[in-house]
């Protein structure tokens, strides 16, 4: 074989290892990936908070989205009203978009587009009761 030849092969070699390892991730995330996309498709804005902010909406009655929790490392991800997010201290608006931003965040507060998308304990306070 010619040292061209040889190149190719290892190349080509190169290309299946590295196709195999997508496979796998993919495989393993057992949907996750579709599940976080769907969170974000129902969100307006994304925010990222510190540690304690989390600490205090968990404290509030919002609870982490199971999506965020199958992450590796974990990530706190909440749906909350503005009025909840304007109370947090260390917000930062972060991109809407499955980008490093937002998979670096650990604790996450996505604003919905339409507040029937919250989860029931926050749409009273958002609908005043109905």
């Known amino acids: 074989m010619t040292d061209a030849l040889h190149d190719r092969v290892r190349r080509m070699r190169e290309r299946a290892l590295i196709r195999s390892w997508e496979y796998r991730q993919r495989n ?16 307006a804005q994304a925010w990222q908070v510190d540690d304690p902010d989390a ?15 199958e992450l590796v490392p974990p990530k706190r ?3 909350a009203t503005e009025e909840q997010l304007a109370t947090l201290s260390s917000r930062r608006r972060v991109p809407l978009r499955l980008g490093a931003v937002l998979l670096q965040a650990g604790n996450l507060v996505l604003i919905a ?6 989860p029931r304990s926050l749409r009273k306070d958002v609908s005043n009761g109905v």
């Open 113 to 118: 587009h339409d507040s029937r998308l919250l």
């Open 28 to 43: 393993l995330s057992k949907g996750v990936w579709h599940r976080l996309r769907r969170v974000l498709v129902d969100a």
């Open 55 to 69: 600490d205090r909406l968990e404290r509030g009655g919002c609870v982490p989205l199971a999506v965020g929790l």
């Open 77 to 79: 991800v909440f749906f």
